[in-house]
């Protein structure tokens, strides 16, 4: 399988270091707020490539962290921490906090058909793991104190800028206004490792550590939990794009001055989903939540559609017309499949495969879903029989999760249900104006469509066959 390696700049084979077995690690949520559907794009995504190493044949094994602590407003060391806003913001404790949106976060994964990692860790559960570590890179020379906090030294590596050749003044752009530059960095691209002095006195917990009552950066957290599940190497490590820098940055930074060695060969990034005014994001705009979402009549199964129509590779422009689009062409989509399920026979298994050996090509191809999606279409206009297409389509579902065969039932049955509320009035017109239809009396059939109209029924001729409705 190709797949993009934002490490090295290319698409390459992709390899794991044990024959057989993929420990991928997936940066989580910072469970302070609901997480929008532009963060969702990202582990929609991630679930994917997961489900597609799997059908693959891997054995994979995935850790997923929760920030719980540690993760200010920027993605830098400045800024208030986002735990303890969302916590003065709701007039509750940060636990609470954390606790409702891991839920949140869990219920929105749900409805989006996102398979749960095998490892979910939050970071308050693992303080002795940073201490440790933080401890080691001190003794190694890679870390300082000043001013109170740990800091990890840039200056000590090699290279430290491993994705991008980032000059030091452009880091300046993820400096806000109104935020000091830390004083107590010996290079500007130092970052902290463990707070106990911090501009918000307040915070809400702390712990002890040899450096006195504090608590760890964000960064930190990352690189431990991976260490505590998958040992000394990873195969692969997701995350939004955005969080290439600082991020994974430092993450790999402090890994790699631990352990002594390479850490992880294959970084796998999402791209944005974007409004039409630029990034999304929770501050500014609409707020667009799964919740919202279903509010305004989409269901979350659309939403992933929308998400797979488009490469991840790619920025994704989000707006309700597209919605729309997506919402419309799945519903169709469902509806196509809804007339093969009551035509029985069984699935030839050879035909099946030769159907799907152009979704494999495409997902061999740096997980090209826009693709599969098209093969979905051509699996349902080719010479084969409906359980033979069937099958090929519930083998690209159990990836793709658009609850292909599900929704095709449930939208079918909700149609008949509709069908049946009609009187039996009503009916006896229908098959009037069919028989009329069929003797060609054109004539005739249109005053029966008029009789029916009149009965405050409104009837349509489509490619599924008669549909009657109600008028609204
Ligand atoms: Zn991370």
Not at 92 to 97: D, F, P
Not at 202 to 208: C, H, P, S, T
Request: hydrophobic fraction near 40%; aromatic fraction near 10%.
């Amino acid at each position: 399988m190709l797949l993009y390696n934002s490490l090295t700049r290319q698409k390459e084979e992709f390899r794991t270091a044990e024959p057989g077995k993929v420990k991928m690690y997936t940066c989580g949520p910072t469970v302070y707020h609901y997480a929008h559907i532009g963060n969702l794009r990202t582990y929609i995504m991630e679930d994917v490539l997961d489900k597609y190493l799997r059908q693959s044949g891997y054995d994979v094994l995935r850790i997923m962290n929760i920030t719980d602590v540690g993760h200010l407003t920027s993605d830098g060391d400045t800024g208030d921490d986002k735990m303890l806003k969302g916590a003065k913001r709701e007039h509750k404790t940060v636990m609470e906090i954390a606790k409702y949106y891991t839920d949140a976060f869990f219920a929105d994964c749900q409805k989006l058909k996102i398979r749960r990692p095998e490892v979910v860790q939050p970071a308050t559960g693992c303080i002795d793991d940073f201490i440790r570590v933080i401890s080691a890179l001190l003794e190694k020379g890679y870390a300082y104190e000043a001013g109170g906090n740990i800091y990890f030294d840039t200056s000590k590596l090699e290279q430290y800028y491993v994705f991008h050749d980032f000059r030091e003044e452009d880091l300046e752009v993820g400096v806000r206004e109104g935020v000091d530059a830390d004083e107590n960095k010996r290079n500007k691209a130092d970052f902290v490792l463990w707070f106990t002095k911090s501009k918000f006195d307040d915070q809400e917990l702390k712990w002890e550590s040899p450096w006195g009552l504090g608590y760890p950066g964000w960064h930190i957290e990352c690189s431990c939990i991976s260490m505590k599940y998958a040992g000394e190497t990873l195969d692969l490590h997701c995350g939004g794009i955005d969080n290439v820098f600082p991020h994974h940055t430092n993450e790999i930074a402090q890994s790699e001055a631990y352990l002594g060695h390479k850490w992880c060969p294959h970084w796998f990034h999402v791209l944005h989903l974007n409004t039409t005014s630029g990034k999304m994001s929770k501050s500014s705009g609409e707020f667009l939540t799964v919740s919202l979402l279903e509010e305004k009549g989409y269901s979350p199964m659309a939403y992933r559609f929308f998400c797979m129509q488009s490469h991840y590779r790619k920025s994704l422009v989000f707006t309700w017309e597209n919605l729309d689009n997506a919402a419309a062409a799945y519903k169709k989509l469902l509806a196509k499949i809804g007339t093969l399920l009551h035509e029985g026979g069984t699935a030839d298994a050879a035909k099946k495969d030769a159907l799907l050996a152009a979704y494999y090509e495409a997902m061999n191809n740096d997980l090209n879903t826009a693709q599969a999606v098209t093969v979905i279409y051509d699996i349902l206009k080719a010479d084969a029989d409906a359980a033979t297409k069937l099958a090929a389509l519930a083998e690209i579902d159990g990836v793709l999760s658009l609850d292909l065969i599900g929704g095709a039932k449930a939208q079918a049955e909700a149609a008949e249900d509709a069908q049946s509320d009609i009187p039996a009035e009503v009916l006896a017109l229908v098959e009037a104006r069919k028989a009329a239809r069929q003797a060609k009396d054109f004539a005739k059939a249109d005053a029966l469509r008029d009789e029916i109209a009149a009965l405050g029924w409104e009837i349509r001729e489509t490619r599924q066959g008669t549909q009657i409705t109600k008028k609204a």
